[in-house]
């Protein structure tokens, strides 16, 4: 707990002062104490109450730390420091109240999906495993997933790329402004609108059947903004001087952009693509409305129901038993695994090729 | 000018005439074809951007007419969704309810427990540890849905039933906080997972506009004697104040289009429960996804009508919502690149 000492040096008025006129401090240990005090009652006590969830256990220690650190400042501090140590635990509080969950979400996933995680997983599909039994794979819904996905990008890539390109470079005015906004805006649809978008243009009104592509174009409209965005961001970083001297030797606008402008922002822009591309990979609800979902093989996106890694893990959910079950959560692991191996490279890209900036 | 060009979609700039570049000169605005063909592609896709959305209102409206013009009940106070037979009868008033009711328990979690991440990450942990908890955070934010519904229905929702029972006997008395039955597949349950889920979201937005926060006013308070909590209220607070309500707008936009974590999770009923913790209600998009399969089955009806009609509902309240949290955003220029 090093949050007192930082508070010493954080306080210029404390250290030229004579230590007489200094105010009574709490040793640097100080929180140890109440947040030991706060453990032992909060769990020992909820264990002799015979409360049985562990969340109560933890909710009543958080609670009785910050009680505990502020009774405690306010005794040696005064009542100023008091709540400032206050605002401290409530700020950890906050910290270790959201860390748990998600420790425990990813925890939860590696534990149960190592358990039948391995080759025959990856290399089959379900097409003539009996739901109720163990047995089966994945390898459908990888294929259907990559495919999907591999479409959505390339319809939502050069658009979404010319968008941003036309909003940096050429925008200026009400429709720049408006495109702008509706960008934004679109960041927000829910998924499961833009498939009822696709389901009623592409399914109900032109008469085509549930294909991997019709997910894809769902896909692809959610993925537009997060490239537009991403994109608009990096171009903005570009110095204006380098399209200046491109343009003061007279070479064109537009090929200033794709030989000058691009090439200093792509590392920036790759990685957008593929943050883009891995928030897309988990999306399920419209792969639900428009590839419907198929225990074989299909490896032709254009005709015929398909499946995903995410769809897969709901309809494994659905089949409500332990095989099942442990088929998900394999599931889920293979796609955390994808999405978080392509935040990490695209963090790398990022790294490795960013502008620099102030910051 | 003897520039060979190389992307496919521009064809070769002529040799120019002056004359064209001097009419050019006075509008400066692109005169080389290139020039032109290049800002018409990429002025199109911004226009297709515009179009896209205007299509989804337009389809959705279109489809959510049919299947209104046929329903024998009230869309707004039915309180029943049998929209497959040969009379429907279904209203959206149950979901609406399930949906915002949800919704504004994930914020009322969420936004003050994503305030204090985010000052955690910005003004309380030790300098090496905050920028990999910021990326642990963004991390976060890109686990997919479905695998917090997993995780939600197989781990949480077990978790839950002794925090509910202690709710009831000290809470019960308000009504809102009884708890009868055994599982606790309720809203609130959807309210804690969807609270969890938008954290990354309200966090990683709120941090970066503390970390706007100009230097100066911090080391003002600092100077003037003003303990850390102290500068945070008088500085960091007041200026994050326009970022913070867009951040947890966004979150709200998300917890209401949360479809299929809550497909997974809730134990859906169609009747509005006076308590929060008890199981039964539905959202919109949950709704949608798990009675799909069902109304595509029947030939004729209006089934898969009827819920786009519930789809355009939850898209004009994201519209609204996201609308309204842009506009907070743009007030401020330089909170504009806060979000991806």
Not at chain 1, 84 to 110: G, K
Not at chain 1, 162 to 191: C, H, N, Q, W
Not at chain 2, 170 to 181: A, C, P, Q, S
Request: one cysteine or more; charged letters at 15%.
């Amino acid at each position: 707990m090093s949050n007192i000492t930082v508070n010493k040096s954080a306080d210029p008025a404390s250290a030229p002062q004579l230590s007489t006129l200094r105010q009574a401090r709490l040793p640097w240990w100080g929180p140890a104490a109440p947040l030991a005090l706060a453990l032992i009652i909060g769990c020992g006590g909820g264990a002799l109450i015979g409360l049985e969830s562990k969340i109560q256990w933890g909710l009543i220690s958080a609670i009785l730390f910050v009680v505990f650190t502020y009774l405690l400042t306010l005794k040696v501090e005064g009542r100023r420091q008091a709540k400032n140590q206050l605002a401290t635990s409530l700020v950890w509080v906050c910290f270790l109240l959201a860390v748990i969950p998600l420790a425990s979400l990813v925890y939860e996933t590696v534990d149960r999906g190592s358990t039948v995680l391995d080759g025959y997983f990856l290399g089959h599909s379900m097409d003539g495993t009996q739901r109720m039994l163990a047995g089966g794979g994945v390898y459908h819904a990888l294929i259907g997933t990559l495919e999907q996905v591999a479409i959505a990008t390339l319809i939502a890539v050069p658009i979404g790329l010319l968008t941003a390109i036309y909003l940096v470079e050429y925008g200026r005015g009400k429709l720049a402004k408006t495109v702008t906004f509706f960008v934004d805006v679109m960041t927000g649809i829910p998924s499961i609108v833009a498939g009822l978008f696709i389901l009623s243009l592409w399914i109900i009104m032109l008469d085509f059947s549930y294909s991997g592509f019709a997910g894809a174009m769902a896909l692809a409209i959610l993925m537009m903004p997060v490239v537009v965005r991403s994109t608009e961001e990096m171009l903005k970083l570009v110095p204006n001087e380098l399209r200046e001297a491109s343009l003061a030797l007279g070479v064109p606008k537009w090929r200033t952009i794709i030989k000058v402008v691009l090439p200093t922002a792509i590392g920036g822009i790759t990685t957008g693509v593929m943050l883009a591309v891995a928030r897309i990979a988990g999306e399920s609800a419209p792969i639900v409305l428009l590839v419907f979902g198929n225990p074989a093989i299909n490896n032709n996106p254009f005709e015929d129901a398909q499946s995903s890694l995410p769809y897969y893990i709901y309809e494994q959910w659905q089949n409500g038993n332990e095989p099942s079950y442990d088929r998900a959560w394999a599931a889920a692991l293979v796609l955390i695994a994808f999405v978080m191996i392509l935040n990490l490279v695209a963090r790398g890209i990022a790294r490795w090729k960013a502008p620099k900036t102030g910051r | 000018m003897d520039i060979k060009p190389t992307s496919p979609t521009s064809p070769p700039p002529q040799d120019q005439p002056p004359l064209a570049v001097d009419k050019a000169g006075s509008t400066g605005t692109a005169a080389r074809p290139g020039d032109r063909i290049f800002l018409a592609f990429s002025r199109g896709s911004g226009i297709a951007l515009l179009v896209v959305m205007a299509a989804i209102a337009i389809f959705l409206t279109v489809r959510a007419t049919r299947a209104l013009t046929k329903n024998e009940g009230s869309f707004l106070t039915t309180f029943e969704w049998a929209a497959n037979g040969a009379h429907p009868n279904f209203g959206i008033a149950v979901l609406l309810y399930g949906t915002v009711v949800s919704a504004v328990i994930a914020m009322v979690i969420a936004v003050p427990v994503a305030i204090g991440i985010a000052l955690f990450i910005s003004h309380y942990a030790p300098r090496p540890l905050a920028s990999t908890i910021g990326y642990l955070i963004d991390l976060l934010a890109a686990v997919p849905s479905i695998v917090y519904g997993l995780w939600g229905a197989l781990f949480l929702v077990p978790h839950l039933e002794g925090l509910y029972k202690w709710f009831d006997d000290y809470l019960g008395w308000t009504g809102i906080f009884e708890y009868n039955d055994g599982t606790p597949r309720s809203l609130f349950t959807i309210g804690i997972l969807l609270a969890i889920m938008i954290l990354p979201t309200v966090t990683s937005v709120s941090r970066e506009v503390f970390l706007q926060v100009p230097k100066m006013h911090e080391e003002a308070a600092l100077a003037l004697g003003a303990t850390r909590w102290e500068v945070i209220r008088m500085s960091v607070l007041p200026f994050g104040r326009s970022g913070i309500i867009s951040a947890s707008m966004l979150g709200l936009g998300r917890a209401l289009g949360e479809t299929m974590a809550v497909a997974t999770v809730l134990s859906t009923s169609f009747d509005i429960q006076p308590s929060l913790l008890d199981s039964g209600g539905g959202t919109i998009a949950q709704n949608i996804a798990s009675g799909f399969k069902e109304a595509t089955d029947v030939e004729g009806s209006v089934g898969r009508d009827a819920l786009i009609a519930s789809g355009l509902v939850l898209f004009v309240l994201t519209l609204i919502v996201n609308g309204a949290a842009r506009m907070i955003i743009a007030r401020r220029k330089e909170y504009s690149g806060a979000n991806a």
